[in-house]
């Protein structure tokens, strides 16, 4: 740890404003309170926990047998130890089947998760799980593109939107979610030309996960970026701990990457 400053806590209007000026947004998933007290000294914006702890903290094939206790469990880790970085917390699989579902689960996670805004997946199939959510005053961030809890609809982890049909309804999605009411939005693995577009429709933060360089800040799995992830890896992810020997110094390099825009390439 450098011991410097305490930085002031980044809000929503903090990250609104920065999409607005262009300075991009370094954001990476965490799961528990040592890591984000490191993530925070090495000036990263914002977290997601993100229900892909079940792959890489938990061990399940993929995000889908994840449990809303689980994230609490996550959650409130990282908000014991956070103190900056905005955190946003993945409604899991399962937890947001009707408003009234979605409000209760996305309750506990504010209140006994300590999340600043919730997450979940899906487009204009969401809209009315969003408008209640808003409507009772918690800040919801959408994620559209490839969607993990879909994984098992999909056949496999694969880019999204490639042909002119998929494109379009992944941009209604955007714009839906945004018409709802999200106040952030994930975009996972689509053609950079996509998330392009959709970034220039919304007036809201966008953060890209293996979709190019032009949305509003990058995210991704903290243990994929550390090169500590079992198995295959997507393409977009770079392993920044092998070059810079420690996990302060790799975190520190992903931000200023982030922020210069030299990652994604
Ligand atoms: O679960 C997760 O980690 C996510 C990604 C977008 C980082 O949702």
């Keep these: 740890m450098t011991g410097s400053p305490q930085p002031d806590p980044v809000t929503l209007a903090t990250l609104q404003t920065m999409s607005q000026r262009g300075e991009k947004i370094a954001c990476l998933t965490t ?3 040592s890591f984000t007290r490191l993530l925070e000294d090495a000036g990263v914006d914002m977290f997601i926990i993100g229900d892909s702890l079940g792959m890489v903290v938990m061990g399940y094939e993929s995000t889908v047998p994840v449990t809303l206790d689980d994230m609490l469990y996550c959650a409130a880790n990282v908000a014991r130890a956070g103190q900056t970085a905005w955190r946003v917390v993945d409604l899991p699989s399962g937890s947001y089947e009707t408003p009234g579902q979605a409000l209760a689960s996305a309750r506990r996670l504010v ?12 487009g204009v199939d ?16 959408g ?13 496999g982890y694969k880019v999204q939107g490639r042909d002119a049909a998929g494109a379009g309804a992944i941009l209604a999605d955007a714009r839906a979610l945004q018409q ?26 966008v953060i890209g996960i293996g979709a190019g360089a032009a949305c509003d800040g990058q995210v991704l799995v903290l243990y994929d970026m550390l090169g500590i992830t079992a198995g295959k890896l997507p393409r977009f992810v770079k392993d920044f701990l092998q070059e810079h020997g420690s996990v302060h110094a790799a975190v520190a390099a992903y931000v200023r990457a982030v922020r210069d825009g030299s990652y994604p390439a």
């Design 180 to 205: 709802a009411g999200v106040g952030m939005l994930v975009v996972e693995c689509v053609p950079a030309s996509l998330a392009e577009q959709i970034s220039a429709a919304m007036q809201v933060p």
């Design 31 to 33: 799961y528990d309170a």
């Design 143 to 155: 994620h559209v593109g490839l969607l993990p809890q879909s994984v098992e609809e999909y056949g």
């Design 111 to 122: 209140e006994e998760g300590g999340a600043h805004m919730v997450k979940l997946e899906g």
């Design 126 to 141: 969401r809209v009315a799980v969003v408008e209640h959510l808003v409507s009772h005053d918690i800040p919801v961030c």
